[in-house]
């Protein structure tokens, strides 16, 4: 019995309280579920009644007397069903039945107690009203049998607006939080789920005011928070709030942890004693002890709150009357399920997912969103929530979703599905649903309309080639007009993966047969398929084997297919490009019944013809590429390069340099860097009489970041020209080109060059720009050039200040080419003026300041007055340490351009002796020794045996000594005169006989 004087707000959370209960244990039931689902059917749709009147604005008369019938009959019914449970394996079928009766009482009794409720209590919320009495009739008349005999009950129907105009006009008593949704058949699955067994339910109709929405119950959260009774030992004295971290002082009082903290913190400025806040009492001390069972006992009534919360959304989801509370539902949903995995798990376990699954299909937007970003959480969670989620129409749902108007719509359903395509399992269904992988592709492509639409469906089909059934589905022998569909699409879906050689073997013969038809659609599709396939190598020897050359030989060459005009070259120049880039062998490559191959001369001419007569950029670039593949192969090259010559190719290639088209200006000028060692002073003299050449060329970009491709291929073709070539380096200075050049050389030394992969390329490019002009000297113009902007300096700041090897080289040769020359500029000082000269311009001559005098000092090696500016001296640019350092290089080239420039100290127009005593002190020699240590190239050996035997003949009994004291020398000059050729032999012989005549030094230095 139920004490006479409990508090309302008590009875209220008791039944709520004790319906939640009994509602989980119903859950966990397998015997008679069907009945104990009713059952607990019943008591779930009491819940919002009395939360109802818990929170309307008219008290219930008799409130006491009305609650308490009720709370008594929940506490009956859920002693019954805690008698079953622990007597389910042995109960009676009379002792079943004496249960069911007894809940049958039960049911009958709180539709009685309902009944009796005065309507004022309802206040004009007439619809509230109508709802309660008819669940109270209902509930009356409730009747459970068990077994076979279980009562018939009526099914929810949901009536269509149609057939609501057509029936009889009568008013139909709605049940209350009733929702409009179309259920899935019960018997369609294997677990029972919640709105399985909602039978009993009356036809829904919408109030006929249309103002259900503000007259409804109140919002979810409110009701909600009444699910589970709060005590007032939870909330915190100071915070009034619950409390996450409960600490008692050494009053009594328990608080918040961070409250009091700040409360005790606050207190210590104060000269005053520390009091409680709350019964002002002393503290002795400032120890915070974790109130241990108070905490666990929050948190275990945390637990059981959002376990109520779950099943209140459960309800509301089932039961709703208003979009609003729906929507609230859910919203709470998205709160508790984000708060701890169990809260997930035990969301699954009561039928959730279901449920969910069908709000996809509720009129509401947004309801429709907050749904799928539920079960968007709830299948990111475990595996499990993504099977339970594929046995649903959730997938099916959301792939129509994806084509809703609805951004946010569309974007939660991408997300979704992004989520569920990491399964394996899930990434079959999604792809075999039908649309959907078109529907994805065609997102993909919408990237201007649509940027987060495009990169989610990206990456949706990314997961779904994973899965070879999707991949097969769309290659496969299909009619003709899926064929046309999928095969625009096929090849971009299946790139980059183990399942495209698959791909390849599969779709290509079907692909072969729709090139040879006269639709022009289905041709279309088809070439779309293979650029794409063939863009991945590895397929490539697949569609050759396939036939697939001959047939684009064809298709360039006989523009006509059953006398229509076919436009396919674009896309059969690009196939092909892919194919030879892939590293097929072009000698057994047949592409035509006449014997010819791809490296023919036929095939090479008529390609030829085409590049000069077309007038689209796009087949100009895919047919330069083929010619730059057919260039890798030396047998093929002599033919292209007669071709070339014959056909003067070269100023159409030279022309498309000027392309508005940058990837074509780049593949032309790649072109015209592999034909330049055949016939560069042709292309050097061809491209002078360009208009607008050769500046164009050498573009500065504003940043070094912004540094492209074409910039870095286009100073390398200026480079790699002949350097001998005075029109072309005379057309570079007088196009003031110069000046940009050293601009640009100077911003790399400053910035570096990692801003742009093509940085390191670019900076080559424009240091063997430099060098060009080193090669030609001689002229005049290009002599005050290389004054004027201190070639020198520049060289050799370049030694050191750069990674690249090959600036390394550069600068190293043009420093050879400057050095050679040095001893024609050197020049005596004049000192015939000087004897007539009167006294005191004589004294003031030689008061001149130092830096005067240096400049009329003469050279140890040219003999004459020298400068690293006028007349390129190394000696006095400082170049020679920067050179030795170099021959400590790895890179053989960088070592032999070193070596070369080193040799020009030591020709025989200089004073070699001096020159020998200034490289002896700064240990040149051993530098060489080094090279001959670390290096085999005959090149190597021929320039350092050279070097070696100037040291000897000029070096006196120092240079000898050491030379002879090196450990390997004797073993390398051997092994050269062994095997070196005629060049090699002479120099290590004449240094192994020098070295024969030179006495002991070490006996000499013994005694």
Not at 84 to 112: A, K, Q, W, Y
Not at 377 to 397: H, P, Q, R, V
Not at 572 to 582: G, K, Q, R, V
Not at 673 to 678: A, D, F, K, Q, V
Request: overall charge negative; some cysteine.
């Amino acid at each position: 019995m139920v004490e006479e004087h409990i508090p309302l707000t008590v009875l209220y959370t008791s039944i709520v309280g004790s319906i939640s209960e009994i509602t989980g244990f119903i859950v966990c039931l397998t015997t008679e579920r069907d009945t104990f689902m009713e059952i607990a059917c019943y008591l779930e749709r009491v819940t919002p009644v009395i939360m109802e009147l818990q929170t309307t604005q008219n008290t219930l008369p008799n409130a006491t007397e009305t609650l308490q019938p009720i709370l008594v009959s929940v506490n009956l019914a859920k002693r019954l069903i805690e008698k079953f449970l622990n007597t389910v394996h042995c109960i009676t079928d009379s002792e079943l039945r004496h249960i069911i009766e007894g809940l049958e009482g039960v049911i009958r009794n709180i539709g009685d107690s309902l009944m009796s409720i005065p309507s004022s209590t309802f206040g004009d919320e007439q619809y509230v009203e109508t709802a309660v009495r008819a669940l109270s009739r209902e509930m009356q008349d409730a009747h459970f049998e068990i077994s076979k005999t279980r009562v018939k009950e009526r099914k929810l129907e949901i009536t269509s607006s149609e057939e609501l105009l057509q029936g009889e006009a009568a008013i139909i008593e709605t049940d209350l939080y009733s929702v409009e949704l179309s259920y899935e058949d019960p018997c369609s699955s294997k677990k029972p789920q919640l709105i399985d067994f909602l039978k009993g339910v009356n036809t829904i109709e919408q109030w006929n005011d249309g103002s259900s929405d503000d007259r409804s119950l109140k919002t979810f959260t409110q009701v909600a928070e009444y699910m589970e009774p709060i005590y007032e030992t939870f909330y915190c004295p100071l915070t009034k709030r619950v409390m996450e971290d409960p600490v008692t002082v050494s009053s009594g009082v328990t608080y918040e942890r961070r409250a009091i903290t700040v409360w005790l913190n606050n207190s210590e400025d104060s000269s005053e004693d520390v009091l409680c806040p709350i019964t002002w009492k002393k503290l002795t001390s400032r120890v915070l002890n974790t109130n241990i069972a108070l905490k666990t006992t929050i948190e275990a009534w945390k637990e059981r709150n959002e376990a109520s919360r779950i099943k209140a959304a459960r309800t509301a989801l089932s039961l709703a009357s208003s979009d609003s509370m729906i929507l609230e539902a859910l919203k709470d949903l998205q709160n508790i399920c984000q708060k701890k995995q169990s809260n997930s798990v035990q969301m699954r376990n009561i039928g959730m997912i279901s449920l969910l699954a069908q709000c996809l299909e509720y009129k509401d937007r947004k309801v429709r969103c907050a749904s799928l970003e539920i079960l968007q959480f709830l299948a990111k969670e475990s595996d499990d929530g993504k099977e339970m989620i594929a046995k649903t129409k959730a997938i099916t749902t959301t792939i129509k979703m994806l084509s809703s108007n609805y951004i946010p719509e569309s974007h939660a359903s991408l997300t979704f599905l992004l989520v569920l395509s990491v399964s394996e399992l899930l990434c079959e269904k999604i792809g075999s649903i039908t649309g959907a992988i078109l529907l994805l592709i065609t997102m993909k492509f919408n990237k201007s309309y649509d940027a987060f639409s495009s990169e989610k469906a990206d990456n949706i089909l990314k997961n779904l080639e994973r899965s070879p059934k999707n991949i097969k589905c769309m290659a496969g022998n299909g009619s003709e007009e899926t064929q046309m569909e999928m095969g625009s699409y096929l090849g971009e879906i299946v790139l980059g993966h183990d399942t495209n050689r698959y791909v390849a073997e599969r779709a290509s013969p079907t692909l072969m047969k729709l090139l040879q038809t006269g639709n022009t659609s289905a041709r279309k599709a088809a070439f779309k398929a293979l650029v794409q396939i063939s863009s991945y190598h590895q397929n490539n020897r697949t569609i050759v084997e396939a036939g697939i050359v001959p047939i684009l030989i064809q298709e360039l060459f006989v523009s006509r297919v059953h006398n229509e005009l076919m436009n396919s070259t674009e896309e059969s120049t690009e196939i092909l490009a892919n194919i030879l880039e892939s590293g097929i062998t072009l000698d057994n490559l047949e592409v035509n019944t006449h014997g010819h191959t791809m490296g023919s001369k036929y095939i090479v001419y008529n390609l030829i013809e085409m590049l000069k007569q077309s007038n689209s950029e796009t087949l100009q670039f895919n047919l330069i590429n083929i010619f730059l593949c057919l260039l890798k192969s030396s047998k093929v090259t002599s033919i292209v390069v007669s071709v070339v010559k014959e056909t003067e190719t070269s100023y159409t290639l030279i022309g498309l340099i000027n392309s508005p088209h940058e990837e074509l200006r780049t593949a032309a000028t790649k072109l015209l860097i592999s034909l330049t060692p055949y016939m560069g002073h042709s292309l050097a003299d061809r491209l002078c009489k360009i208009k607008g050449q050769p500046e164009s060329l050498i573009k500065s970009p504003r940043e070094t970041c912004q540094i492209t491709e074409n910039h870095a291929v286009s100073a390398n073709f200026l480079a790699k020209l002949p350097a001998q070539n005075l029109t072309l380096n005379l057309a570079l200075l007088h196009k003031e080109t110069v000046p940009t050049v050293i601009q640009t050389i100077n911003e790399f030394q400053r910035s570096g060059t990692r801003t742009s992969r093509f940085a390191s390329s670019y900076l080559e490019g424009l240091v063997g720009i430099l060098v060009r002009f080193t090669t030609t000297i001689y002229e005049p113009e290009i002599l005050r050039l290389a004054r004027d902007h201190h070639l020198t300096a520049v060289f050799t700041e370049l030694l050191m200040r750069t990674a690249s090897d090959e600036v390394q080289k550069l600068s190293a040769i043009g420093l050879e080419n400057l050095s050679a020359v040095s001893i024609n500029l050197s020049k005596p000082p004049e000192i015939k003026r000087l004897k007539f000269i009167k006294l005191f311009r004589l004294l003031r001559f030689l008061s001149t300041k130092s830096s005067k005098n240096k400049k009329l000092a003469l050279c140890p090696i040219h003999r004459g007055v020298c400068s690293s500016q006028s007349t390129f001296c190394l000696l006095d640019a400082k170049a020679v340490e920067r050179l030795l350092a170099c021959l400590d290089h790895e890179n053989v080239q960088v070592v032999e351009a070193a070596l070369s420039a080193i040799c020009t100290l030591l020709d025989d127009k200089v004073d070699v002796d001096k020159s020998v005593n200034v490289l002896s002190d700064v240990n040149a020699i051993q530098h060489v020794l080094n090279v001959l240590r670390e290096h085999r190239e005959e090149s190597l050996w021929q320039k350092s045996f050279w070097v070696i035997e100037k040291f000897l003949l000029k070096g006196g009994d120092s240079s000898a000594s050491d030379i002879s004291q090196d450990r390997f020398l004797p073993a390398t000059l051997i092994t050269a005169f062994h095997h070196g050729d005629v060049n090699t032999r002479q120099n290590a012989e004449k240094i192994l006989r020098h070295l024969n005549k030179i006495p002991d030094f070490s006996a000499k230095f013994q005694q």
